[in-house]
C-alpha cells in the first residue's frame, strides 16, 4: 500500500452535520496526514455490496456547499443489521464475513463510523470480528448515545421544534387553543424537553417521567382560570404511552413498528377532560432535515479531526465525545453498554418546574 487508506461511512438515520464531519475526516487525514480517505456508500450495505460501493473522496468532493448541507451525501441505511440480513425468501443470513471481506477488498487500514447507538452496538461487534481499527462519531437527533453530552444532529432538531412553537403560538392564541406538538427522540425525552423550555411550553411529557392526565388536564384548566390565558402549548416526546401504558404505534409498508401518534391521543383525553379545543401537530421527520445549526457543524468538524488523530496515534475501538466543552475519548464498551436517557433529577428538569412548566406527574 503506498498511501494510508482509511474509510468513513454514515449509518443510521439520516441527521444535519453528517456532511460536516465526513468532511472534516477527508481534509484531517490529507492535510494533516497525507492520506487517502474512502467514502464508503450506504453505511454498511456499501461494504457487502458487489462491487464495494464506495469513492475515494478529496478536496473537489467539498465544494463548500456540503458543510451547508442536511444529510449525508455518501447515504445511509437503518436496516439490514449485517449479523442478520434479510434475504428475499424471508430468511436472515450472517454476513459479516463479507463486511469484513469488503473493508480488506479496498485496503483499507482503519475506519471511522458516524452513527448512534444502535449503529455504535453493530459497528463495534463487526470491527472487533473483523480486527479493524475502529473510531465511532456519534450522531443522532435523540441524543441518546451514552457518554456525550451533545450529538451531530440533536441541535438542528432541537431548533427546528423550537421554530414550529413559536409558529403554534399565534394560532394557539388567535383562536384561543392548546396546540399539542409531538416530536421525535425514540426512548429518550431530550428533544422535547430542550424544545419545551426554549419554547415556552405549558406542559411537557417525556418517556422518563410517567404523567398523569389528571394533572395535565389541571394544568391547563390552571391557565385559563388563574392565568388568564385561554390557550397553550404542549410538547409530547414520541415515546410517550398512553394512558393504558402502552406505546402509540405504527405499521409502515415493511411490516416495522415506529413511534407516533399520541399526541391524537392525548389530544382526546384532553378535550375529553377540559373541553378545551385542541389541535395536533406531528413534526416527524422534518426534524432531520435542513440547514445545520452552528453547535452541529462546530461539533460535527471537531468530532471528525479528533477521530483521525485516535487513528493516527493507533487509539482505536474507541467513540469521540463532547464532554465539558471539548472532545474526549472513550471506550467503546462502555458506549454501547449505557443508554443516555434525560436525568430526571438533572438541571433541566428541575428548570422546567422552576418554570412552572407541567411534567404530567405534580
Not at 487525514?29 to 456508500?41: F, K, N, P
Amino acid at each position: 500500500m503506498s498511501k494510508k487508506r482509511i474509510g468513513i461511512l454514515t449509518s443510521g438515520g439520516d441527521c444535519a452535520g453528517l456532511n460536516a464531519a465526513i468532511r472534516a475526516v477527508t481534509r484531517r487525514a490529507m492535510e494533516g496526514y497525507g492520506w487517502e480517505v474512502v467514502g464508503i456508500h450506504n453505511g454498511t450495505l456499501g461494504l457487502i455490496s458487489t462491487p464495494v460501493d464506495a469513492e475515494v473522496l478529496d478536496h473537489k468532493t467539498f465544494s463548500g456547499t456540503l458543510l451547508r448541507q442536511g444529510g449525508t451525501f455518501l447515504g445511509t441505511t437503518n436496516k439490514g443489521d449485517p449479523f442478520a440480513y434479510p434475504m428475499e425468501d424471508g430468511s436472515l443470513k450472517d454476513r459479516s464475513a463479507e463486511f469484513i471481506e469488503g473493508f480488506r477488498e479496498l485496503d483499507l487500514c482503519g475506519l471511522i463510523g458516524v452513527g448512534g447507538d444502535g449503529s455504535m452496538k453493530i459497528l463495534n461487534k463487526l470491527c472487533e470480528r473483523g480486527n479493524i481499527p475502529f473510531i465511532g462519531i456519534p450522531k443522532t437527533i435523540d441524543n441518546d448515545v451514552a457518554c456525550t453530552e451533545f450529538s451531530i444532529g440533536f441541535t438542528t432538531a432541537v431548533n427546528v421544534a423550537v421554530d414550529a412553537l413559536d409558529r403554534l403560538h399565534p394560532t394557539a392564541a388567535s383562536h384561543h387553543r392548546v396546540m399539542i406538538l409531538e416530536v421525535m427522540g425514540r426512548d429518550a425525552g431530550h428533544i422535547a424537553l430542550h424544545a419545551g423550555i426554549a419554547g415556552g411550553a405549558d406542559v411537557i411529557l417525556v418517556p422518563e417521567i410517567p404523567y398523569d392526565m389528571a394533572k395535565v388536564a389541571a394544568k391547563i384548566r390552571h391557565i385559563y382560570e388563574h392565568e388568564h390565558r385561554s390557550h397553550a402549548l404542549i410538547v409530547v416526546s414520541e415515546a410517550v404511552k398512553a394512558a393504558d401504558g402502552k406505546p402509540v404505534m405504527t405499521q409502515n409498508d415493511e411490516g416495522r413498528f415506529n413511534y407516533g401518534g399520541v399526541g391524537h391521543v392525548i389530544g382526546e383525553q384532553l378535550y375529553k377532560m377540559t373541553k378545551a379545543e385542541t389541535r395536533v401537530t406531528v413534526l416527524g421527520h422534518v426534524q432531520r432535515g435542513g440547514k445545520p445549526a452552528m453547535r452541529d457543524r462546530v461539533i460535527a468538524s471537531a468530532f471528525g479531526v479528533s477521530a483521525v488523530d485516535l487513528l493516527a496515534r493507533g487509539k482505536t475501538n474507541r467513540m469521540v465525545a463532547w464532554q465539558h466543552r471539548k472532545v474526549v475519548d472513550v471506550a467503546l464498551e462502555d458506549v454501547v453498554s449505557h443508554y443516555n436517557n434525560i436525568d430526571v433529577s438533572g438541571t433541566l428538569v428541575h428548570t422546567a418546574r422552576g418554570l412552572g412548566i407541567c411534567l404530567g406527574d405534580e
